[in-house]
């Protein structure tokens, strides 16, 4: 079993930067992936930035040069790094991550994905 907890949400006026963190409880294997998921109100979830089980990196068009995505393994710690943040950055932000394959922590897997955190709000205001 997994439990994740992200933290690191906020309000912020366009432009600004916010980090969000990930803390993964319980034992991952290397094969999990770990991932960012972002819903706005009204919208379907979306997958915003993954690391892949062999450590790549892969971002949603959206967020691409704006967002990175990093790991501190000795933590067990996701993170998120948001930079020129826009008003439609604004939504719910989740942590997942899955030992079953890559797809599950990006894209349209998003509603078999086995772990979740809970959500860290982001709101961007112009």
């Known amino acids: 079993q997994v439990q994740l907890v992200e933290s690191g949400g906020g309000s912020v006026q366009t432009g600004g930067s916010l980090r969000l963190s990930c803390a993964a409880f319980?034992?991952?294997?290397?094969?999990?992936?770990m991932g960012w998921f972002r819903q706005a109100p009204g919208k379907e979830r979306e997958g915003v930035a993954v690391?892949?089980?062999?450590?790549?990196?892969s971002y949603a068009d959206s967020v691409k040069g704006r967002f990175t995505i990093s790991q501190d393994n000795a933590k067990n710690t996701l993170y998120l790094q948001m930079n020129s943040l826009k008003p439609e950055d604004t939504a719910m932000y989740y942590c997942?991550?899955?030992?079953?394959?890559?797809?599950?922590?990006?894209?349209?897997?998003?509603?078999?994905?086995?772990?979740w955190g809970q959500g860290t709000q982001v709101t961007v205001s112009s």
């Open positions: 319980g034992y991952m294997y290397s094969s999990y992936c």
């Open positions: 997942a991550a899955d030992p079953r394959g890559d797809k599950y922590c990006s894209g349209d897997y998003w509603r078999k994905t086995l772990y």
């Open positions: 690391i892949a089980s062999d450590g790549s990196r």
